[in-house]
């Protein structure tokens, strides 16, 4: 039986791009994913926003979708 973890294997003995290699390994190589510093910007606006109040709730979304399906029609 294959597993995930076999076919992983596989892959990374046939591959040949050594950028995917290098990120293979850079991957293993942390204990938890370290996030880059245009994703810890782009979270840190996010939760300004929210903090703010800039956002939308699900019944919000809910009426937008439906009214966005309506306008289709």
């Known amino acids: 039986m294959h597993t995930i973890k076999d076919d992983i294997i596989l892959k990374i003995q046939n591959a040949n791009n ?4 290098a990120e293979v390994y850079r991957i293993l190589q942390a204990d938890e994913y370290v996030l880059s510093l245009n994703e810890i910007q782009l979270l840190n606006e996010a939760d300004a926003s929210i903090n703010k109040g800039d ?3 699900q019944q919000q979304i809910e009426n937008r979708t439906e009214k966005w399906l309506n306008d289709m029609k």
């Open 18 to 21: 050594e950028q995917l290699l």
């Open 55 to 57: 956002y939308f709730t």
